[in-house]
């Protein structure tokens, strides 16, 4: 009974303790960034690639067999022939690589260097360069595209190289671009070898990809499906560095003032068309147009176009 | 301690002394009706309050919550498909179109703004409403970028949009539905709580009565009178209340019962709803992707399958949906010609079916299936907070009723013992 008061003592401070709030705490307070879709952080190297043919040579390819035909008379039985039929020729594009090949906001239409490229294979077969359906791909899908036969032709700034030509077919090189490096303007990146440890921006399934992966500064490559993905990354400061073709670099840069190409060509990546396996005589047909092109001034009008003042067309290697 | 346990057992001795002497039982029965009268009405008070309490928490928070979370919803899935559209268009969006997503922006906020309030009642609701207060201007904030990127002729400017868009589908959306399926699932609770069969409120009022009844029987044995007119007045206002809360709590579960069917219609119309807008921004996505919007198209047709089952089972529930069904046969049969148009490579006139103000076109059959839905579903939302507002009305004044009658039944009861305990002064 002596601690009576003890306990009624505490009961009464028991009752005056105060009570918490039940709110619950500001929650999410950090920021959490935007990115684009399917971003990937590449922390090993890709799979290396297949050993290719040691005699193989990527930037030859099959000589035409003669003269092109006439425009909408295609030799019977031929792949352009089935295309003719068809009534258009379906051609994998990009519609994301300023100038090379791209989507003009203001009229919706796809436009670029590799676009009329493109017009041209068309008119070649039908006389119309709008006879033409066009399928967006990225980097990634371009060789499934062709290998399910769901495009006739990629012409979609795809470097030949001896890996691909086991699974696809190439023109002769129409265009000779390489590697290079793009920065923001302060920064003091000066190529791919001052990248080491650095967060650099690729595209799936591109050559730019496996070259960075390989770069002996050992670089960090995260991978987006297209490249102004890249850009967006850039500006929201999420990566250092965008290491591709020296084409589509300048693209970038000619959309943002703040960015700046930087070191000399790594790599060289020449462009082909690329086909499915099966269709050389679409191949032969095409390198004979090419040859057209480049001796009557048309690829120096088309480079005029997009690409400024143009060198002279690559010279066609041929492998018989 | 012995004097102590002597003192207790002297007052045990009282105590049953007084129980054995009439008077003395008189008492304790008057003790008894008055406590038991009191307890009674005030359980059944409560019982009522509770019922009263989960109808306001039902038309004042749940249900106005539930329309916020679905506006919120509607609003930002809208805003994607706006945004998408008018990149689609052409580089300078219509002005149409742009005021639209700025209305669903404005939407979304305010509604946004409405169901954050309310954070305290649902905890775990914190991390959803965070992410969407937190990433709505984000996602403005991209769109915005991309506009001024798609008005210098800068492809980048897709991009933007890209990424606004996937953090639109990836978080914001997931957050949005998360918060609906919380305030719904609140307002399926309050329902139940309301419409509830009132056994508790009848069987205290049953025992309360079959005590009165138990001690006017004794009171007849006891002192040969039929009657106790204290008892009697006691008795009847103990039934009167009795009757009056199973009245109004059986009005309440009538009520409820019909608002649970119009709560579904709204559920499954806010759905469609929700269905429709989803499938558009698919639409005009794959054709934005442009040949690579095969996951687009996917998610368009398993949308739209989604959005038929919504629409045939509100048919049972509603004949007012018969018109967005028809609309949205001629939104299928458009979608059919944008695909067919876009498979064949004539993309041109795949975007005019899509995007054109032709009657039979894509845009129009939406347009007109989305405004079915807006009518359906405030019909459905009016006759539900009509329901609600019926069943208020119905437990007007319960409350107060029953405490006041409580409280002169204990006083009838004491009034009639006290005439008979008079007799042995």
């Not at chain 1, 952080?41 to 030859?60: F, M, N, R």
């Not at chain 1, 480049?294 to 041929?318: E, K, N, Q």
């Not at chain 2, 904030?141 to 001024?148: F, H, I, M, Q, Y």
Request: hydrophobic share 45%; proline share 6%; net charge neutral.
């Amino acid at each position: 009974m002596r601690r009576l008061p003890a306990v009624v003592l505490v009961l009464v401070l028991a009752a005056c303790a105060p009570v918490p709030s039940g709110a619950p705490p500001i929650g999410g307070g950090s920021a959490v960034p935007p990115r684009p879709a399917d971003v990937v952080e590449l922390t090993a190297p890709p799979s290396a690639p297949a050993v290719a043919p040691a005699s193989c040579d990527p930037t030859a390819s099959l000589r035409p067999t003669g003269p092109l035909p006439a425009p909408g008379q295609m030799p019977a039985g031929s792949t352009m022939a089935k295309i003719q039929a068809h009534g258009r020729l379906i051609v994998g594009v990009d519609q994301n690589s300023y100038l090379m090949g791209f989507r003009n906001p203001f009229s919706g239409e796809l436009e670029g260097f590799d676009v009329d490229m493109a017009r041209e294979v068309a008119r070649a077969i039908f006389g119309d360069p709008g006879a033409i359906q066009f399928k967006v791909l990225t980097s990634e899908e371009r060789i499934p595209a062709l290998e399910e036969r769901r495009v006739d032709i990629v012409v979609r700034t795809m470097t030949v190289n001896c890996e691909r030509w086991q699974k696809v077919n190439f023109s002769t090189v129409y265009y000779q671009a390489g590697q290079r490096v793009l920065v923001p303007s302060n920064s003091d990146v000066t190529g791919i070898e001052s990248l080491g440890g650095r967060r650099v921006c690729v595209t799936k399934g591109s050559s730019s990809l496996a070259n960075v992966a390989a770069a002996p500064s050992r670089p960090v490559p995260v991978s987006v499906p297209n490249w102004t993905d890249c850009l967006v990354m850039l500006q929201q400061g999420q990566v250092d560095a965008i290491s591709t073709d020296d084409t589509i670099l300048a693209g970038l840069a000619a959309q943002d003032p703040y960015t700046k190409v930087v070191g000399p060509q790594f790599t060289a990546e020449p462009y082909g068309m690329a086909f499915p396996k099966a269709d050389e005589d679409f191949v032969r047909f095409v390198n004979a147009l090419l040859e057209r092109l480049r001796a009557d001034g048309t690829w120096a009008s088309i480079h005029r176009r997009w690409l400024g003042a143009p060198p002279a067309p690559p010279v066609a290697v041929y492998r018989d | 301690m012995l004097v102590e346990a002597q003192r207790n057992r002297g007052a045990v001795r009282r105590v049953t002394g007084l129980a054995r002497s009439t008077p003395g039982r008189l008492s304790l029965l008057a003790l008894l009706l008055i406590v038991l009268s009191l307890l009674v009405g005030a359980l059944t008070a409560g019982a009522v309050q509770r019922r009263s309490d989960a109808l306001e928490a039902l038309a004042d928070h749940s249900e106005p919550l539930a329309f916020a979370a679905q506006e919120v919803y509607r609003a930002m899935a809208d805003a994607d498909a706006t945004a998408s559209s008018a990149f689609l268009s052409g580089g300078v969006e219509s002005a149409d179109l742009r005021r639209r997503y700025e209305a669903d922006v404005a939407k979304a906020a305010a509604a946004l703004s409405v169901a954050t309030s309310e954070i305290i009642r649902s905890p775990e609701l914190t991390t959803a409403l965070s992410t969407l207060s937190g990433q709505l201007p984000v996602y403005t904030g991209l769109v915005e970028t991309a506009r001024a990127h798609n008005r210098q002729g800068n492809p980048v400017g897709a991009a933007y949009l890209r990424e606004a868009s996937t953090l639109m589908r990836d978080q914001l959306l997931p957050a949005a539905r998360e918060l609906y399926r919380v305030e719904n699932g609140d307002v399926v609770r309050d329902l139940g709580g309301a419409g509830s069969l009132p056994w508790l409120e009848f069987l205290l009022g049953v025992l309360a009565l079959a005590v009165l009844v138990f001690a006017q029987r004794y009171l007849t044995r006891r002192t040969n009178r039929v009657f106790n007119p204290g008892l009697v007045v006691a008795t009847a206002l103990t039934a009167i209340s009795l009757l009056w809360v199973l009245a109004a709590s059986l009005v309440v579960v009538y009520s409820a019962s019909a608002s649970r069917n119009e709560a579904t219609l709204v559920d499954l119309l806010a759905r469609a709803r929700i269905a429709t807008l989803t499938a558009r921004g698919d639409e005009t996505l794959t054709l934005v992707a442009r040949g690579s919007g095969a996951a687009y198209e996917a998610s368009y047709v398993e949308v739209d399958k989604e959005l038929g089952d919504l629409l045939v089972r509100s048919r049972g529930l509603t004949p007012k949906v018969e018109e967005a069904l028809e609309h949205h046969e001629q939104w299928q049969q458009a979608h059919r010609r944008v695909r067919e148009a876009d498979d064949s490579g004539d993309y041109t006139t795949a975007v005019a079916v899509a995007l054109g103000r032709d009657p039979a076109g894509a845009a129009t059959a939406f347009d007109e299936l989305d405004s079915d839905l807006v009518d359906a579903i405030g019909a459905a939302r009016a006759e539900l907070t009509g329901a609600i507002g019926r069943a208020r009305a119905g437990l007007g004044g319960a409350v107060p009723g029953v405490v006041v009658l409580a409280l002169l039944a204990a006083a009838a009861s004491t009034f009639g013992l006290w005439q008979r305990l008079k007799e042995y002064r």
